[in-house]
C-alpha cells in the first residue's frame, strides 16, 4: 500500500483512524471448535430485531429449524465467524458477531433451477441459472433430491425475524437470504449497549474479507422491510437482487474486493 498523506513523516493518526484502529485490534475469528452457545444472543438479536412484534424466546429459538441453519453444528465446511471484543484481550467477552455459513448442498441441489436477479448474475459474469445452479452443484443434478437484526443502523442485526418453520421437515432450509450453493449467508449483530459505535460495519467488512480469502465469490443476507440495517449493508457493497416474501435478498459481490 501506498502511504497517504497522514501515513508518512511520523504524523499522528487522526482521532477517527486511532479509533477504527483499536476497534479492529479487538476483532478475531472463532474457531471452528466455537460452542454452540455463543451464538445464541445473537442469534436472538436477529431474529428480535423488531421492537412491535412478539418477542421470540431463546427457548424457542433453540428449538426453531431456521434458527438452526445458522449455528447448529458449527465448524463445517465454510463456516467462518468474527466476533468483536470488549477489550483488546481475547479473553474479553464478545459484543458483536458476524458469520457466515453455507447450506448444506444435499438440500440446495432442488433449488438449482431458481432464479436470481440480473444484477447480481451480471456482477459475477454469469448468467441467473449459472448463479443458482453454482459451481458445487453438478450439472446433471436434478431437483428431485429427497428433502432430509437491532434499532440503530449502524450495529443493527442482519437477520430478520421469520415464519417459523421447525416443523416444515418436507422443505429443506437452505437460509433466508439464499442464492447460490457456493455462496455463504451472512448474519451480523451487536448487543444493543454497544451499538453506534461502529462494530457492525468493521465486522461485516472483516468476515466478507475471509470469505474472499477462502474462495467465495459473494455473500449474500435477507434484510426484512423495515430493519435499519439495510442502510448498513448499503454502505458496505450489497445490492438487492430480489425479494423473498416481505424480505430483500441482498448480495456483496467479492470478486473486486
Known amino acids: 500500500m501506498n502511504a497517504g498523506p497522514n501515513d508518512a513523516h511520523g504524523s499522528e493518526p487522526k482521532p477517527a483512524e486511532a479509533g477504527a484502529a483499536t476497534l479492529r485490534g ?15 444472543p445473537f442469534l436472538d438479536l436477529c431474529f428480535n430485531w423488531s421492537m412491535d412484534r412478539p418477542r421470540i424466546e431463546i427457548a424457542e429459538i433453540r428449538q426453531r429449524t ?6 447448529r453444528g458449527w465448524g463445517r465446511h465454510g463456516d467462518i465467524a468474527v466476533g468483536a471484543h470488549a477489550e483488546a484481550d481475547p479473553g474479553s467477552p464478545i459484543i458483536g458477531l458476524a458469520w457466515v455459513r453455507l447450506a448444506d448442498i444435499t438440500d440446495v441441489v432442488g433449488k438449482a433451477d431458481d ?11 454469469k448468467t441467473g441459472a449459472e448463479v443458482v445452479r453454482s459451481e458445487t452443484v453438478p450439472a446433471d443434478a436434478s431437483g428431485d433430491v429427497a428433502a432430509d437484526s437491532a434499532s440503530n443502523s449502524d450495529d443493527a442485526a442482519a437477520a430478520d ?3 417459523d418453520l421447525s416443523d416444515a421437515d418436507e422443505t429443506p432450509f437452505t437460509g433466508y437470504g439464499w442464492v447460490a450453493a457456493d455462496i ?19 465486522l461485516v467488512d472483516t468476515v466478507c474479507t475471509l470469505a474472499r480469502m477462502s474462495g467465495f465469490p459473494a455473500v449474500s443476507l435477507s434484510v426484512e422491510d423495515g430493519n435499519g ?10 445490492v438487492s437482487v430480489g425479494r423473498s416474501g416481505d424480505s430483500d435478498v441482498l448480495v456483496r459481490s467479492l470478486i473486486q474486493d
Open 26 to 40: 479487538r476483532i478475531r475469528p472463532l474457531p471452528a471448535e466455537t460452542d454452540e452457545e455463543t451464538f445464541l
Open 66 to 71: 431456521d434458527a438452526a441453519f445458522y449455528y
Open 115 to 125: 432464479g436470481v436477479g440480473g444484477d447480481f448474475a451480471a456482477a459475477l459474469g
Open 161 to 163: 425475524s421469520a415464519p
Open 184 to 202: 455463504p449467508e451472512l448474519s451480523v449483530a451487536v448487543l444493543p449497549e454497544h451499538q453506534g459505535q461502529g462494530i457492525g460495519g468493521v
Open 229 to 238: 440495517a439495510a442502510k448498513l449493508y448499503a454502505d458496505h457493497g450489497f
